[in-house]
């Protein structure tokens, strides 16, 4: 359907996605927001359904799709129906169609940089490399690791993949190969696996084997669906996408085909951040006295304490303290307390729309005005600047 026919009724978007997951519902619903604030669109699913089943696709009726797709034959299917389409996932990242998706790249860099501040110095990528956005995350992870000379071992875990009737890809995990697997690494370790499928059979495996999680082996993964990283014990750390964005970016990028015939354009949006869990709730730094003071500052942060807080509760003198920190991570206690206030503070201008006053205070500073001053030393942009780039939707 032309865009000069489609401007006078509401042009039909489709979304070729499975809800089995979070991260691909929260992609659907980034397009339904689209269409919420956009009145000359409307989702087009199949009857009754919201979505489009691939098994259905070629009696679809519509304008344009916003796709996730899991195999090549499935992208030439897509690509034989001859409709205008935004790919939203980067499974396969042809140049040749547009795609909005997660920088995988940033996603396993910042994987790496959240196990290393939690202590570990030996890090394990476990998954397989047959996808693209495997690959990235590997390439990510390893030149953020590699970078800090922290030991890096690639170990390549082979998995039986399958589909169910929605076309959705499943991993059958062999665990006792996992457990072979885990033994021929060192305690302590941690381990980035590329989705959170992966990551629950490690966890099984180390349950099996009798590994202590996270003190022994720490464990992250990708995609931060809670029924997948809390059903199970200890909970999966994840390094959660732009899931809405990503749809809703989608279809902005969709209009532009419509409109000017833009075919090939690739949007790569930042991770939104680490969501941390049991699995990786460690501190590993070979120094008690400062992993203790390190919890208590993450414990209190949003309580407004002080560095004196934080030596009473160590026990030793403020001077031996910064010795310690010096040596351990190579900064004092207070520059510790900073960064633990903005990285909360951080969280919240991102997820939240609290007032800045409010954010201050909930991230442990003493007035706004303090608040503003460290967090754009600290961030190069003010507060209000940071969260205008960083909003749920553009």
């Known amino acids: 359907m032309s865009a000069s026919t489609c401007s006078k009724s509401p042009l039909k978007v489709g979304i070729l996605v499975h809800a089995s997951q979070e991260h691909m519902r929260q992609v659907a619903l980034g397009v339904v927001h689209y269409t919420q604030v956009n009145s000359k669109w409307q989702v087009e699913g199949d009857g009754f359904h919201p979505l489009v089943p691939w098994n259905r696709l070629k009696q679809w009726d519509g304008d344009g799709l916003v796709a996730i797709v899991n195999t090549r034959e499935q992208l030439k299917t897509l690509i034989d129906l001859d409709v205008p389409f935004v790919l939203a996932g980067s499974r396969i990242i042809d140049n040749r169609y547009p795609v909005v998706a997660s920088d995988n790249v940033a996603i396993g860099r910042i994987a790496a940089e959240h196990l290393i501040e939690c202590g570990f110095r030996r890090l394990v990528f476990l998954g397989q490399t047959i996808w693209d956005d495997e690959r990235q995350r590997l390439e ?54 590329p989705n959170s499928v992966i990551a629950r059979g490690l966890i099984k495996a180390c349950n099996i084997g009798d590994w202590n999680i996270p003190d022994e082996v720490g464990i992250i993964g990708v995609n931060d669906d809670p ?20 749809g809703f970016r989608a279809c902005q990028l969709l209009n532009e085909i419509f409109k000017k015939n833009r075919k090939n354009e690739q949007i790569f949006l930042d991770p939104q951040g680490v969501v941390a869990r049991r699995s990786t709730d460690v501190l590993l730094v070979g120094d008690q006295n400062v992993e203790k003071a390190m919890r208590f500052i993450r ?44 990285a909360k503070a951080r969280e919240l201008l991102r ?41 749920k939707f553009d």
């Open 299 to 342: 414990d209190h942060v949003q309580q407004g304490i002080g560095i004196e807080e934080v030596v009473a509760a160590v026990g030793i003198s403020r001077r031996s303290l910064e010795i310690k920190f010096r040596q351990c991570l190579n900064r004092t206690p207070l520059s510790e307390l900073n960064r633990v206030r903005i």
């Open 140 to 193: 990510g992870f390893q030149e953020s690791v590699q970078k800090r000379g922290i030991d890096f071992c690639f170990s390549d875990m082979r998995l039986e993949e399958y589909f169910v009737r929605d076309s959705s890809a499943h991993y059958r995990i062999n665990i006792e190969k996992l457990v072979a697997r885990l033994a021929e690494f060192e305690p302590p370790f941690a381990v980035f696996c």
């Open 227 to 246: 029924l997948e990283c809390e059903s199970i014990s200890p909970s999966i750390s994840t390094v959660a996408q732009q899931s809405r964005l990503i």
């Open 351 to 391: 997820y939240t729309d609290n007032s800045i006053t409010s954010i201050a205070l909930g991230s442990g500073f003493g007035s706004s005005q303090s608040f503003c001053v460290a967090f754009k030393k600290a961030s190069g942009c003010s507060p209000t600047e940071f969260r205008a780039s960083h909003s």
